[in-house]
């Protein structure tokens, strides 16, 4: 990857190709080892490790914070608060909740960011979407607005309506 650096930061710079060509050309910068070890190279730093490092600090905070509000908004963090065993501590189930919560605490309409199908669904019902996160449930789940998913088949992150 050293060697081919160079020339695909000049190829994505000077001609900005949709991300579906860049996949089909370079497909190894769409795998998450790939990524980490790019940002590491250019920032050196270990992004996962610094992420999940803050996140897990400051989690206790948002949960206090989701619990503390009122109106609509603290109805949505209520339902997210509710699918958490608090008492349990499990870091996945946390983050999620944190994850998906702090959209709602800011104002923001998180319903055409996080997205949900069914293990079966096609690939292109998520072709107009240009940045998101999938969450693929099996088909004897229940499809339901503000549920966190902690069981899901898999997750996948949406860019420019295809899976990365």
């Known amino acids: 990857m050293d060697q081919t650096f160079p020339l695909q930061r000049r190829e994505i710079v000077e001609e900005g190709p949709p991300v579906k060509t ?9 795998t998450e ?21 803050a996140m897990d600090r400051y989690t206790p905070r948002f949960v206090t914070i989701f619990k503390s509000k009122k109106g609509t908004v603290g109805e949505t963090l209520a339902e997210f608060v509710q ?27 998180p319903s055409n960011f996080y997205n949900t199908c069914f293990d079966a669904d ?9 940045v998101g996160v999938l969450t693929v449930i099996s088909e004897d789940v229940p499809l339901c607005p503000n549920h966190l998913h ?9 860019v420019q309506g295809a899976c990365a």
């Open 150 to 158: 902690l069981d899901a088949v898999s997750t996948a992150i949406i």
């Open 122 to 130: 096609s690939d292109e019902a998520w072709a107009q979407v240009s």
């Open 83 to 109: 699918q958490i065993d608090l008492r349990e501590q499990d870091v996945t189930a946390m983050r999620t909740l944190v994850l998906r919560g702090l959209p709602v605490l800011l104002g923001d309409d």
């Open 22 to 30: 860049l996949k089909e050309r370079w497909p190894a910068l769409f």
């Open 33 to 53: 080892r790939q990524v980490f070890a790019e940002f590491n190279r250019i920032a050196t730093t270990n992004l996962q490790n610094n992420f999940f490092d």
